[in-house]
Protein backbone atom coordinates (compact mmCIF):
# COMPACT_ATOMS: atom_id res chain seq x y z
CA UNK A 1 0.00 0.00 0.00
CA UNK A 2 1.20 3.82 -0.37
CA UNK A 3 0.07 6.35 1.51
CA UNK A 4 -0.77 9.30 -0.14
CA UNK A 5 1.44 12.54 -0.36
CA UNK A 6 -1.44 14.75 1.79
CA UNK A 7 -0.46 11.74 4.95
CA UNK A 8 3.19 12.02 4.33
CA UNK A 9 3.00 15.70 4.71
CA UNK A 10 1.14 15.62 7.39
CA UNK A 11 3.54 13.45 8.88
CA UNK A 12 6.32 15.43 7.71
CA UNK A 13 4.59 19.10 9.03
CA UNK A 14 4.40 17.24 12.69
CA UNK A 15 8.40 15.87 12.85
CA UNK A 16 9.33 19.17 11.75
CA UNK A 17 7.06 20.66 14.70
CA UNK A 18 8.53 18.21 17.32
CA UNK A 19 12.12 19.67 16.39
CA UNK A 20 10.58 23.10 17.61
CA UNK A 21 8.79 22.34 20.34
CA UNK A 22 9.70 26.02 22.03
CA UNK A 23 8.30 27.97 19.32
CA UNK A 24 5.68 29.00 16.83
CA UNK A 25 6.38 27.97 13.07
CA UNK A 26 5.52 29.34 10.05
CA UNK A 27 4.09 27.35 7.28
CA UNK A 28 6.30 28.91 4.53
CA UNK A 29 9.54 27.70 6.40
CA UNK A 30 8.33 24.30 6.75
CA UNK A 31 7.42 24.45 2.94
CA UNK A 32 10.81 25.29 2.21
CA UNK A 33 12.84 23.18 4.81
CA UNK A 34 11.11 20.17 2.74
CA UNK A 35 11.08 21.93 -0.71
CA UNK A 36 7.22 21.15 -0.99
CA UNK A 37 4.13 23.52 -2.03
CA UNK A 38 3.16 26.05 0.54
CA UNK A 39 -0.25 25.80 -1.39
CA UNK A 40 -0.76 22.57 -0.60
CA UNK A 41 1.07 22.70 2.85
CA UNK A 42 -1.65 25.17 3.99
CA UNK A 43 -4.39 22.72 3.44
CA UNK A 44 -2.53 20.16 5.60
CA UNK A 45 -2.11 22.09 8.13
CA UNK A 46 -5.97 23.32 8.42
CA UNK A 47 -7.22 19.62 8.51
CA UNK A 48 -3.94 18.70 10.92
CA UNK A 49 -5.53 21.59 13.22
CA UNK A 50 -9.69 20.10 12.71
CA UNK A 51 -8.27 16.92 13.50
CA UNK A 52 -6.33 18.67 17.05
CA UNK A 53 -2.86 17.70 15.60
CA UNK A 54 -1.59 20.91 16.17
CA UNK A 55 -3.22 24.19 17.10
CA UNK A 56 -2.42 27.54 15.57
CA UNK A 57 -2.17 31.19 16.06
CA UNK A 58 -3.22 33.92 13.64
CA UNK A 59 -0.98 37.75 13.32
CA UNK A 60 2.30 38.77 14.16
CA UNK A 61 3.97 36.13 15.90
CA UNK A 62 1.86 33.28 14.91
CA UNK A 63 2.42 30.93 13.76
CA UNK A 64 1.20 26.43 14.68
CA UNK A 65 2.52 24.24 17.10
CA UNK A 66 2.02 20.76 18.20
CA UNK A 67 -1.18 20.65 20.12
CA UNK A 68 0.15 18.03 22.70
CA UNK A 69 3.12 16.92 23.28
CA UNK A 70 5.28 14.80 20.75
CA UNK A 71 4.39 10.99 22.58
CA UNK A 72 1.02 12.05 22.43
CA UNK A 73 0.32 12.04 18.70
CA UNK A 74 0.25 8.18 17.48
CA UNK A 75 0.99 7.87 13.80
CA UNK A 76 -1.29 5.32 13.62
CA UNK A 77 -4.13 8.10 14.24
CA UNK A 78 -2.50 10.61 11.97
CA UNK A 79 -2.67 7.92 8.98
CA UNK A 80 -6.13 7.15 9.99
CA UNK A 81 -7.45 11.18 9.73
CA UNK A 82 -5.66 11.83 6.80
CA UNK A 83 -5.95 9.11 4.19
CA UNK A 84 -9.57 9.01 2.86
CA UNK A 85 -10.19 5.50 2.63
CA UNK A 86 -8.15 3.19 3.30
CA UNK A 87 -8.97 0.61 1.38
CA UNK A 88 -6.72 -1.51 -0.99
CA UNK A 89 -9.02 -2.41 -3.65
CA UNK A 90 -12.79 -1.21 -4.18
CA UNK A 91 -14.16 -4.31 -3.56
CA UNK A 92 -18.02 -2.71 -3.63
CA UNK A 93 -17.81 -2.24 -7.17
CA UNK A 94 -16.38 -5.70 -8.46
CA UNK A 95 -18.63 -8.11 -9.77
CA UNK A 96 -16.91 -10.93 -8.42
CA UNK A 97 -17.01 -9.18 -5.12
CA UNK A 98 -19.51 -11.67 -3.28
CA UNK A 99 -17.37 -14.64 -4.00
CA UNK A 100 -13.96 -14.26 -4.45
CA UNK A 101 -13.18 -13.66 -0.54
CA UNK A 102 -10.08 -10.78 -1.50
CA UNK A 103 -11.91 -8.42 0.96
CA UNK A 104 -11.41 -9.59 4.26
CA UNK A 105 -7.45 -10.60 2.91
CA UNK A 106 -7.06 -7.06 2.13
CA UNK A 107 -8.84 -5.51 5.38
CA UNK A 108 -6.49 -8.05 7.49
CA UNK A 109 -3.30 -6.37 5.98
CA UNK A 110 -4.69 -3.14 6.46
CA UNK A 111 -5.34 -3.69 9.64
CA UNK A 112 -2.27 -5.28 10.44
CA UNK A 113 -0.32 -2.22 8.79
CA UNK A 114 -2.37 0.10 11.04
CA UNK A 115 -1.08 -1.98 13.97
CA UNK A 116 2.51 -1.17 13.44
CA UNK A 117 1.58 2.49 12.86
CA UNK A 118 -0.53 2.29 16.12
CA UNK A 119 2.97 1.10 17.99
CA UNK A 120 4.65 4.71 16.95
CA UNK A 121 4.27 8.46 18.31
CA UNK A 122 5.91 11.52 16.68
CA UNK A 123 8.29 11.24 19.68
CA UNK A 124 10.05 8.34 17.97
CA UNK A 125 11.13 10.21 15.58
CA UNK A 126 12.89 12.27 17.37
CA UNK A 127 15.97 10.47 18.39
CA UNK A 128 18.00 11.93 16.27
CA UNK A 129 16.40 15.30 16.50
CA UNK A 130 20.31 17.55 16.29
CA UNK A 131 20.26 15.66 12.95
CA UNK A 132 16.88 16.78 12.00
CA UNK A 133 17.02 20.31 12.83
CA UNK A 134 20.51 20.54 11.03
CA UNK A 135 19.26 19.43 7.85
CA UNK A 136 16.06 21.75 8.01
CA UNK A 137 18.77 24.41 8.93
CA UNK A 138 20.42 23.35 5.15
CA UNK A 139 17.67 23.05 3.16
CA UNK A 140 16.62 26.42 4.03
Known amino acids: MRLTRYTDYSLRVLIYLATRPEKSCAIADIAGAYGISYNHLVKVVNALA ?3 F ?6 RGGGIKLAHAPEKIGVGDVVRKTEDGIELADCGSCVIAPACGLTPVLAKGVNAM ?3 F ?9 NKRRQLVAAFEKAA
Open 114 to 116: LAV
Open 118 to 126: DDYTIADFM
Open 54 to 59: VKSTRG
Open 50 to 52: HHG
